[in-house]
């Protein structure tokens, strides 16, 4: 599920894909923002379906090795915890995440020697071996595995992470905030969960965060102009060739959404863009933005330029 800071994050990459650009469609770019965030929930649905397509290969390595010409003891008498673990079984059961995933077109055919490298560091991992050798068996404790097998390996193979970036230039930054729904989802399912278990759904409220998305990405661009005034007023003017782009469009973003936004406090806007700056710009950025914002704020707030509303949002 989308929260406010990915949103931000989503239309500030937006906004450098519309000022680096020689088109200046303002519609056709928050087309592509939108596709960017639907793309999204694609990630999630791999995702969820990726620990299914683990299982299937080990249980395809149990029926080849029953099938050698000399079986080991081991290999006619495998361990099948693993394929047999009841959430991935849920999981596999489960006719929304499969609906949502075929109309999504969202599969992993064609990706098996992938899945295969996945499963070879899967089996080699202490995780699994522990998980595999434990002497407490059920329900809970196969949850309990897949979570942290996900968790602290899956999610972390750098074929995996290559996978999603080669398939949409879209997910370079996704796969945290897919991988942390995905978790929350494996967390949700219970022993007596039936088949039509929920997945989680991309928006939070759908209207709203649209709304937010579609009328901070607009008002950014059509005050940024006014808002480039603004900045020059507290840099000096040969300083402002010299500030990075990514940091002129998070301190645009921060003042439109000042502006039109009137029950989201200033402190948690200039917040917000401070910790985004510290992942998107240069080491220096958050502290000379912050500086700059909170001067600019101060004189908006003084000129009735952002007005706020509700108790405790004035500050």
């Known amino acids: 599920m989308l929260n406010r800071r990915h949103l931000r994050i989503k239309i500030l990459h937006a906004l450098y894909a519309y000022e680096q650009s020689h088109d200046s ?3 056709r770019s928050e087309k592509e923002l939108f596709h960017s965030i639907q793309k999204m929930h694609e ?5 969820m379906q990726v620990m299914v397509e683990i299982k299937n290969v080990a249980a395809q390595k149990i029926e080849e090795g029953k099938k050698k010409r000399l079986p ?3 290999d006619l008498n495998p361990n099948m915890r693993f394929v047999e673990n009841k959430l991935i079984k849920q999981i596999e059961e489960n006719r929304s995440l499969n609906s949502m995933a075929e109309k999504a077109k969202v599969n992993w055919i064609g990706e ?13 991992s202490d995780y699994y071996q522990d998980y595999m050798n434990a002497e407490e068996t059920g329900y809970e404790q196969d949850k309990a595995a897949v979570v942290k097998l996900f968790r602290k390996l899956v999610i972390n193979l750098e074929p995996l992470q290559y996978f999603f970036e080669e398939k949409s230039i879209f997910w370079v930054d996704d796969l945290d905030l897919a991988a942390s729904m995905t978790i929350k989802t494996f967390k949700t399912f219970e022993e007596d969960s039936d088949e039509f278990h929920p997945m989680l759904p991309l928006w939070k409220d759908a209207n709203d965060e649209q709304s937010f998305v579609k009328v901070l990405f607009r008002k950014a661009i059509v005050q940024s102009e006014e808002h480039m005034e603004l900045l020059k007023k507290y840099t000096d003017n040969w300083e402002v060739d010299r500030i990075a782009l990514m940091d002129i469009i998070l301190m645009k973003m921060a003042l439109s959404e000042a502006r039109e936004f009137k029950q989201i406090p200033v402190k948690v806007t200039l917040n917000e863009y401070i910790e985004i700056s510290k992942y998107y710009s240069t080491p220096k950025s958050s502290h000379f933005i912050n500086g700059v ?5 101060a004189e908006m707030k003084e000129e009735g330029v952002i007005n706020k509303v509700g108790r405790g949002l004035i500050n």
């Open 25 to 27: 469609n303002l519609s």
């Open 43 to 47: 990630m999630y649905l791999f995702l």
């Open 72 to 74: 080991t003891e081991e």
């Open 112 to 124: 098996q020697e992938l899945i295969r490298r996945l499963y070879r560091s899967l089996i080699e």
């Open 293 to 297: 914002l909170d001067k600019l704020f």
